[in-house]
Nanobody, 123 residues
Framework: QVQLVESGGGSVQAGGSLKLSCTAS????????MAWFRQAPGKERELVSS???????RYVDSVKGRFTISRDNAKNTLYLQMNRLNTEDTAVYYC?????????????????WGQGTQVTVSS
């Protein structure tokens, strides 16, 4: 019974900032890689950032220098600080936890998913 719950989305103007949070329950948080995905209308789900069990971060090129992923294992929480947002960042953002050991259609490689939080950036 793993649950992931995102929060922190909203509407901002271009150039603004938001911080997303994802709190996990039901499993040992520090034993899993974590990630943020996003999906814009009419687009495929995209991996935005991931963080390893030892807090090594990775980012898609389009957000490098603007977004920062972090985790607090003691709080079972994943974060995404988003700065200098632009309209291309508009999407539903999902957190994901625990890499799969086998391919599962539609999973994007992760076992557990949150419900998503909307981020809207206006010009």
């Amino acid at each position: 019974q793993v649950q992931l719950v995102e929060s922190g989305g909203g509407s901002v103007q271009a150039g603004g900032s938001l911080k997303l949070s994802c709190t996990a329950s039901g499993y040992i948080f520090d034993n899993c890689n974590m990630a943020w995905f996003r999906q814009a209308p009419g687009k495929e789900r995209e991996l935005v950032s991931s963080i390893s069990t030892v807090s090594t971060p990775r980012y898609v090129d389009s957000v490098k220098g603007r977004f920062t992923i972090s985790r607090d294992n003691a709080k079972n929480t994943l974060y995404l600080q988003m700065n200098r947002l632009n309209t291309e960042d508009t999407a539903v953002y999902y957190c994901a936890a625990c890499l799969l050991t086998a391919a599962v259609p539609g999973s994007y490689g992760y076992q557990n998913w949150g419900q998503g939080t909307q981020v809207t950036v206006s010009s």
